[in-house]
């Protein structure tokens, strides 16, 4: 596998999928209670830490010929990458601000990201025929 395609399928391992949530919700406890420097940390560097482990020693295999798999390979573009990561500008942002209101419109736009490609005509044959 190259490590384009670990890039890519390493975002759906569990493992990565656990810390990512976690660290956001938590991340947004910290910035709720205006503890800056904590949050950055929580909110980033596990994440950082996981993903360059699976990329460099997980079996990814079973995750690319998995439903899961074919579906972010469908869609899941840097774009769409980036996007997710934008998503916890409002997240964070309305924690610090405690906002739930936008709070609650970066879980919106960060699962939106995720569900984008459902969304598509195209995805599972739909091709508007």
């Not at 976690?22 to 949050?39: C, K, P, V």
């Not at 079996?59 to 573009?77: H, I, P």
Request: aromatic content about 14%; glycine content about 12%; charged content about 15%.
């Amino acid at each position: 596998m190259q490590i384009r395609d670990r890039v890519l399928y390493h975002q759906i391992h569990p493992l990565k999928l656990i810390t990512d949530v976690s660290t956001a919700i938590g991340a947004a406890a910290l910035f709720w209670r205006h503890h800056l420097g904590a949050g950055l940390a929580l909110g980033f560097l596990p994440s950082i830490v996981v993903s360059a482990g699976l990329i460099r020693w997980a079996d990814l295999e079973r995750y690319r010929s998995s439903a899961f798999g074919r579906y972010v390979a469908g869609f899941m573009t840097r774009g769409v990458e980036l996007a997710r990561l934008v998503g916890l500008l409002p997240l964070w942002i309305g924690a610090w601000r405690q906002s739930s209101v936008a709070v609650a419109a970066g879980v919106a736009w960060i699962l939106g990201c995720w569900f984008w490609g459902a969304l598509r005509p195209t995805f599972f044959g739909r091709d508007g025929q």
